[in-house]
């Protein structure tokens, strides 16, 4: 039931682009993404719904394909303070009153 | 408004013995979270509740016991401590709507020994 991240890890340099995958094996409603430092709390990011939505939060974006059950994360020209892990959270079609988080991917950019 | 809570902050355990982790949000939200974040697990998903007097189990809820007599609380208990939940603890909670954002509280790490 979790989903799935890619790649586990990336190093970037600063004004380099990054994306990030998540996908299920199960049909979803929704996809949460979080961004998470590290001795921190997880930070929302951005929610997207069933129906092809993206979104965007100042460099950062996402898209979501409801059939192929993915979600794909987009940070362009990234910044130092974009370090972290993010992970993706997924709401399930038949029960979307909770959150299942997947493994996460580390994000690191280097001057 | 201090958002959400979780008391303490670190806690140490000795094998067998018993303890209960607060989470306390002042935000007026139905539904509240108990995550267990280890290395390379990401958020576990413990048990959660959809109101006052519900509860539900989450991905592993083994071990784990919880309560939510108040709107307010939702509180994580471990009735006889193992190794197995040494980990980072996480509570969280949202309004209502499928589409709401979880705010998270800032974490309790426990030690299990």
């Known amino acids: 039931q979790q989903p799935v991240q890619s790649p586990q890890a990336v190093i970037l340099r600063e004004g380099e682009d990054a994306v990030i995958n998540c996908s299920s094996s199960k049909a979803l409603y929704s996809v949460h993404w979080y961004r998470q430092k590290h001795g921190e709390a997880p930070v929302f990011l951005m ?9 965007g939060h100042e460099k950062i974006s996402a898209s979501f394909n409801e059939k192929k059950q993915q ?3 987009y940070l ?8 972290g892990t993010y992970f993706c959270g997924t709401e399930l079609g038949t029960s979307y009153d909770k959150v299942i988080f997947g493994p996460g991917t580390s994000l690191s950019v280097i001057p | 408004n201090a958002g959400v809570t979780q008391t ?7 094998t067998g013995q018993s303890m209960t982790l607060l989470c306390a949000q002042d935000m ?10 280890d290395p390379g697990m990401g958020l576990r ?3 959660y509740s959809v109101g006052e007097g519900t509860t539900a189990k989450g991905e592993v809820p083994d071990g784990y016991n ?3 007599l108040k709107k307010q609380n939702f509180l994580l208990g471990l009735e006889s401590a193992a190794p197995s939940q040494t980990s980072v603890y996480f509570c969280a909670s949202k309004w209502t709507s499928n589409t709401d954002t979880q705010y998270f509280g800032p974490g309790t790490r426990l030690t299990v020994l």
């Open chain 1, 47 to 55: 929610i997207l719904l069933k129906g092809g939505e993206q979104k």
């Open chain 1, 71 to 73: 979600s794909s994360l």
């Open chain 1, 76 to 83: 362009t020209a990234s910044q130092l303070s974009y370090s």
């Open chain 2, 8 to 14: 303490p902050k670190f806690r140490v355990l000795k």
């Open chain 2, 28 to 37: 007026n939200h139905e539904y509240m979270y108990w995550y267990r974040q």
């Open chain 2, 45 to 47: 998903l413990i048990h």
């Open chain 2, 66 to 68: 919880v309560s939510r």
